[in-house]
């Protein structure tokens, strides 16, 4: 037995983790005794800031609710829990560097005691890329309000505890891709038939989603992640096209690109980059899905059939300049 050992036994007999309603956030955590206004502001902002991310979460579906953890005199309050995603999640007024450290402190000290498989920070706006990778770097992904929307920045970890869950990678696997070609657009279909087709007509290709996990299909802020990897890739000599991916029945379709000369890991570092949980690679007889953050792949056979009328408007079907 190790000490590990003896301490984790030790506190799940002395903590009590108790999940209700999310409580409205507790003022006595910004304590700023110099600066009383501030303080008030800081919970008015992040109250509201609570508020409508709970909002957003059970517009979309999901299941939120609260968590007391308690040990000794000692209570914990967590912001939110999205039980759906298993998301335990801090919310925070301001992005100055101080303010994100005691994020940093307060979640993985939360995390030690909760079972989860994702945890953030919420925030109002984007924080310096420094910070988000101090975050990334243990294991703590970004949200922040983008217009009438949340953007989402997925850590590595977060990305590979995704694509370990076996139903999100059977949807992933099962998703249908249209690529709008010079030639004209084709849809791919995943298929598991030995009679799959051979060669693709546009040659190996990878695609890459620009809808991130945790932000929604159809919005602006889903246009402006489009424009983004576009212009990333454009301006690294390679050349896009417009690309639809999605549920076989249209009822969920996402912005993504189709690519040409790239390895197998860099379309995984590009991915990984920008917050996806995977790729497709198509090449030769393979239809392959590679996770972007863990080395998990689903290889099948495809075939093609004529792309549909596009059930949304495309963002831009040629190159950006």
């Given at each position: 037995m ?29 304590s ?49 829990f999205d ?44 924080p ?7 975050l ?16 989402v920045?997925?850590?590595p ?32 279909i ?25 932000e ?5 802020r889903?246009r ?7 212009e ?8 896009p ?6 549920a ?34 198509w090449?030769s ?22 792309s ?8 831009a079907?040629?190159?950006p300049?």
């Amino acid at each position: 037995m190790t000490l590990g050992d003896i301490t984790a036994g030790f506190l799940v007999d002395v903590v009590v983790v108790n999940a209700g309603e999310v409580e409205h956030h507790q003022v006595e955590q910004f304590s700023v005794a110099a600066q009383p206004a501030t303080t008030r502001q800081r919970s008015r902002t992040e109250g509201q800031l609570q508020n409508t991310y709970l909002t957003y979460l059970r517009r979309i579906g999901h299941q939120v609710s609260g968590r007391r953890i308690t040990f000794g005199d000692t209570t914990l309050v967590v912001d939110l829990f999205d039980d759906t995603n298993r998301e335990l999640i801090e919310v925070k007024a301001t992005i100055d560097r101080a303010t994100m450290r005691t994020a940093l402190g307060q979640i993985l000290d939360y995390a030690r005691y909760l079972e989860h498989s994702h945890r953030s920070i919420l925030l109002p706006e984007e924080p310096a890329e420094e910070m988000i990778e101090l975050l990334h770097d243990h294991g703590v992904s970004v949200i922040w309000v983008s217009g009438v929307d949340f953007a989402v920045r997925r850590c590595p970890a977060s990305l590979a505890a995704s694509a370990a869950n076996d139903v999100l990678w059977q949807d992933y696997s099962e998703a249908v891709v249209d690529i709008h070609l010079p030639t004209g657009a084709v849809r791919i279909i995943p298929t598991d038939d030995a009679a799959g087709h051979t060669r693709p007509p546009a040659g190996p290709l990878h695609i890459i989603a620009a809808c991130q996990p945790g932000e929604l299909p159809g919005t602006e802020r889903e246009r402006e992640s489009y424009r983004r990897l576009t212009e990333y890739l454009c301006g690294r000599g390679l050349e896009p096209f417009a690309t639809v991916g999605g549920a076989q029945d249209g009822t969920y379709q996402e912005l993504s690109v189709a690519v040409s000369g790239l390895t197998d890991d860099h379309a995984r570092k590009i991915g990984c980059r920008f917050g996806q949980v995977a790729v497709f690679s198509w090449n030769s007889t393979q239809w392959t899905l590679l996770a972007c953050a863990s080395y998990r792949s689903a290889v099948h056979r495809w075939i093609l059939a004529p792309s549909p009328p596009p059930a949304r408007e495309l963002v831009a079907t040629e190159t950006p300049a």
